[in-house]
Structure formats: C-alpha cells, structure tokens
Nanobody
C-alpha cells in the first residue's frame, strides 16, 4: 500500500555531514507522520527524528542540535540533514511513515562514521 524509497547515507569522517531523503508513494492519508529510525544489529530500533504534516518535529536527545528533519509535503519526501557526525551515529537508518496506527518502513540505508 505504501512504499518508501530512501537515498543518501554512506561513509564520512567524524565531524562531517550527510543527508538522507525518503520519498513515499502509494495510499497516503493526511495526518501522517514521517521520520527516521536507526538500528544496530542486535539492538532495538530507535527514533532519530520525526515530523508531522504540520511541521512539528521530535528529536532523540542524542541528535538534538546536530540533525535537522524536514519534509516536502508536495513531494511526499522527508529529509534528514546530519551534521557534526560522530562514530556512535554509525547505524542503518530506516525511513518510517506512520498513518492510521500502522507503521511502514523503508529498506534502510547505511551510515558509517569513521573516527
């Protein structure tokens, strides 16, 4: 019903920047929330940041002041600008869309920060 296609990510040195984007398609309802989660193998997936259709944002404490989430409503796209990256930000990042109490996930994109 809903497809999420991610792009971006890659390898960067500590202190550097990367950006992610995710475009949603399919049966989309107004009022959905889009965001990014990350997960290290063996650990629970955790919220990085999300943003409502009205632009209200929510960030994990560990990324506040370094990451910025935004979205283009017309393009059904959410962006994550990641600055001042740290090695502990290394993870697989998953795009998420939540609507009607259901979560949709992208396939994930690897972000690796070298020290």
């Amino acid at each position: 019903q809903v497809q999420l296609v991610e792009s971006g990510g890659g390898l960067v040195q500590a202190g550097g920047s990367l950006s992610l984007s995710c475009t949603a398609s399919g049966l989309l309802f107004t009022g959905n929330v889009m965001g990014w989660y990350r997960q290290v193998p063996g650990k629970q997936r955790e919220l990085v940041a999300d943003i409502t259709i009205l632009g209200r944002t929510n960030y994990a404490e560990t990324v506040k002041g370094r990451f910025t989430i935004s979205r283009d409503i017309a393009k059904n796209t959410v962006y994550l600008q990641m600055n001042s990256l740290k090695p502990e930000d290394t993870d697989v990042y998953y795009c998420n869309l939540r609507q009607v109490n259901y979560n949709y996930w992208g396939r994930g994109t690897q972000v690796t920060v070298s020290s």
